[in-house]
């Protein structure tokens, strides 16, 4: 925790305000998991459907404690506002000089220590203001200050949001944001050849559930037409079974650690404990599929892990993931259930069976 934070915990300052983001069109639902988790939530719209300014009835090192240690679904990406500039105040000269002083002011970052800026804007707001003026002038100013500034794995970042009248800063380490993209929009590049954009899930699965997909041996991909994820297994180095009544990509199928069953997946059988990870990215009824997915869990051996995509179907998705997890809890341990930046109207579940 740095000291700005523990400054304010020995205060006793017991609320503080944060720049929250999720999915478009989920904001509600990271809002509704603060309410439930801090209380009292007061909560403006920076940008709808995406970004709010938040304040929490809770110091802000001890938010950090709650999110890191039990992480919402919803909430993608959150950067604390320590300081505000009305823009009706300063101009663009000054308020640049402002951050500087700020960021000098905060105690960490340190000299020798490395920096990154994240700005952003409000859609159609702030229109006035050249980011990319402010970015570089911050950074001149903070190399001056003997910082050095990077655009990637940074000890230390700098969020700016302009809003409309207001820019919000922060000073923050990258693990306190939940994410290391500005915003946590969190992009892959497209490979030559990829099969699906699905790919780009599995892919954010491993890395924001903290898994190596190479560490298992053989994968069970329920709902695998045309491959995407499939192809990711394969690439780990997994020998795969693929179920999907429709067609696979054909680069795939002369791959000898590939079977492919061309059926519905309730019209197969495995032996016991045959794999141990499973994977299923049916865009289906999320109870059909939890029902799906039980009836082959025979098949996954105990410790097995399992990757599971839920599509949120109706309006009501807190109370589709109760009913869902409810379901799951009765053979799997829960670990993680987060909306993942390439998830659309989607969660993804990673779960470990007992
Ligand atoms: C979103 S796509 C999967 C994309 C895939 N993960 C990829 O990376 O390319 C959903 C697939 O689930 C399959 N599916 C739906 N219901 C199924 C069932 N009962 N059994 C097997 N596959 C099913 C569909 O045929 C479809 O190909």
């Known amino acids: 925790m740095n000291e700005l934070l523990e400054q304010q915990e020995q205060q006793h300052d017991i609320t503080s305000k944060w720049i929250c983001t999720a999915n478009h069109g989920f904001i509600a639902y990271a809002q509704e998991e603060l309410r439930r988790r801090f209380g009292q939530v007061k909560a403006m719209v920076l940008m709808p459907g995406e970004v709010i300014l938040v304040t929490l009835p809770a110091a802000a090192g001890q938010v950090l404690r709650e999110l890191q240690t039990d992480p919402l679904i919803f909430l993608r990406h959150i ?23 700020f960021v000098q002011s905060h105690h960490e970052p340190q000299s020798g220590q490395s920096v990154a800026i994240q700005i952003r804007k409000g859609s159609n707001e702030a229109g006035a203001i050249d980011l990319g003026l402010m970015k570089s002038t911050i950074e001149a100013g903070l190399n001056d200050a003997g910082l050095e500034t990077v655009t990637r794995d940074s000890d230390w970042f700098v969020s700016i949001f302009a809003g409309k009248d207001t820019v919000y800063v922060g000073v923050s380490t990258p693990a306190a944001n939940l994410s290391d993209w500005s915003g946590g929009a969190l992009r892959f590049q497209r490979e030559e050849g990829q099969i699906s954009r699905a790919k780009f899930k599995l892919l954010e699965a491993e890395r924001a559930f903290g898994l190596d997909l190479a560490t298992f041996s053989e994968g069970l991909d329920i709902g695998a037409a045309p491959g995407g994820w499939t192809s990711l297994l394969l690439e780990r180095g997994l020998k795969v079974t693929a179920i999907d009544p429709a067609e696979m990509h054909p680069s795939l199928t002369a791959n000898r650690r590939l079977t492919v069953m061309k059926k519905n997946a309730s019209e197969v059988k495995f032996h016991e404990s045959q794999f ?9 009824s999320p109870m059909q599929m939890v029902r799906l ?16 995509t839920v599509k949120l179907m109706h309006k009501k998705p807190l109370q589709t993931i109760r009913d869902i997890t409810e379901k799951f809890s009765e053979h799997m341990e829960i670990r993680r259930m987060k909306q993942l930046v390439h998830n659309r109207d989607e969660i993804t579940l990673y779960m470990v069976k007992y």
């Open 79 to 101: 950067q604390p506002v320590q300081q505000e500039f009305n823009l009706t105040e300063v101009g663009q000269e000054e308020l640049n000089t402002a951050i500087v002083s």
């Open 276 to 284: 141990d990870l499973i994977v299923c990215d049916m865009s289906w």
């Open 293 to 308: 997915v039980m009836d082959l869990l025979y098949a996954l051996r105990s410790g097995g892990t399992a990757i599971i």
